[in-house]
């Protein structure tokens, strides 16, 4: 018998090493004791397998539900796990399943409750497993287009051993948009602040603004403005287990001590670090821009919208020759101001931090041009926008260059020549091609927030400085004094209480326009929607319906408002073939539902629902582009799409 079960181990052992796979479904909230849900894939007899749980805190690995017990696995291939045994499990920020034969008996760390520090067992990588990080906190925050978390812990944490809070007057984004992180003595202990991001960006550039008016700065303070993947789980003998990429701004203690430093974990690693001595003063900006294999950092005064920097306003660069650039992986931007481990600065402490931007990696436009004029507009970045630089693929093909205020003639070994010397994001150029060519440049994303337009009563040559097309009335939904636009092409004229009509019906990437204006103003283009349809948005689920429910649904041509474009209210329209439940709410582009319309049984036939544009609270929603859900018998049926205009 013995033997047969020592035969059925190796089967069940290869055949989990050869296919099976394991899945976290569904983690607990932060601090809540709910359970952990998961699944299994590619194992027949269920009861042959367990799942082992470990979750993370406080630089410890604990096993759960204890050292001496695992999770069973269901017929369904599911599994649950009780994580929150005591302690402080509610607030481990880590968590670890992998999937075994049944009678696997995993290493003793020794431990009271079969801890691991810092990493687990090289050997739990040998079965099929899977690894999450949870947000250390619940208040969420948005800040510089993204959104955060604010970290708190009840027990003392890293960095320095420090009580970490989320409490409003801890961190807050005040009537600027500005960001707020404070030191807090509340009587009994001193609290810090962090942010998180919740979005992983990966490679790229990351601006972190400090606002103008930095503090007095005590010795024992740190601001750090970071990124760094929590999700080192094993000890696989690699060069680099840190992940993590720094700029900090602290005396360590020391007043001898540079103010500034660009990190690269670990600091004590030859050529790691770079420390130089700068305060702050005015408005200023750092960055660092990371790839597979480059990071650079630099420091200077100005804001992101000045990146990449000129050189006349760098104070420090710094170009990374290490070994240790960490991979992209599961790294989360940070920003957060904390105390060396028992100090004790006297006074609260607060830094304003005005901006956080992100850059994507370069990557590469192309516009193909035609024989004769041609407009065109740039929404990508690079570190040389010279005329030279940016038309250097045309060749000598283009002979004559125009913005609304400059030209620029091309002569033969010599180049572009005239009054026109750089190509910026916000303008239409037109430009003279002999023959059909292409034109293709490299650079960053243009961020659309600080791509600002400076228009003026009459026509402007402008850009579209977004990534993907925009549907007109979205596109200019910000736009007050708009009258009309034109492309080299098409055009659209605004009518009060319409919107924009015409040919032209969207707006398109590396395309110029001009656009004539009744008065003054400045103005940025939204951040592009994934679809200018009729979309399902993230947080609304449209499941197709079935066959036998036919009879109970609505009739989705028939979903309608008008007007759209509106303002200030639109009439939604819809039919219903039986009496039944129905629910009607209107939600933004995120998927938060701002208010609901109707929930009620109606009788069949056909009805109108007017939305007068305001939210739950009775508080004007913002110009833009708004969703309107029905839902029958409690399940999401029809969405649609309306235009909120100022």
Known sequence: MKKLWFVLFLIGLCSIISGQDIFIDEMPEFQSDQDMYGH????TVPEMYAVHVFLFYGGWWYPKPS??????ISDNLTWTCDVTGGGYDTEATRYFAFLTPVDYVPPQSGGEWGQWHEFLPDEFADFPYTFTDRLPGNREISFGDLDWICKTFTAQAGPGNNYFSDALNMVFVDDNDD???????DGDFWHCSEIVCEEKLGYGTYIFTLADGFPDFPLEAVLGLFSWDEAITFNPNIDNIYHEIDVE????????TPFAQYVVQPWYENDNRYQFDYYPEGEVSCAFNWSEDQLNFVTWSGDAGDYPPDEADIIEAWEYSGNDIPPAGNARARLNLWLLPDADIGENLEVVISDFVFYPPPVTVSKEFTSGWNWFALNVRGDDMSTNA???SIGNNASNLKSQTQSSIYYEGTGWFGSLTHIDNVSLYKLEVENPSTLEYSGVPVNVRLNTYELTDGWNWISFAPQEAQEINYALADLENGAAIKSQVESAIYYEGVGWYGSMTMLEPLQGYLINMNAPEQFNFPEPVADSGNVAIDHIEIPEPDDEDNGNIAELDKLSCFPNPFNPATTISFSIPVDCNVELAIYNIKGQRIKKLRSSIMEQGDHSVIWDGNDENGKRAGSGIYF??????????????CLLLK
């Not at 299994?40 to 194992?43: R, Y």
């Not at 050292?67 to 069973?72: F, M, Q």
């Not at 701004?249 to 001898?256: A, F, K, M, R, V």
């Open 40 to 43: 299994v894939t590619g194992i």
């Open 249 to 256: 701004l602290s005396y360590w203690g020391d007043s001898n």
């Open 628 to 641: 309107y859900q029905l839902a029958i018998n409690g399940k999401t049926e029809a969405v649609n799409k």
């Open 390 to 392: 940016v038309l250097a």
């Open 179 to 185: 960001l707020h992180l404070n030191i807090i003595d």
């Open 67 to 72: 050292a001496s017990s695992y999770c069973l």
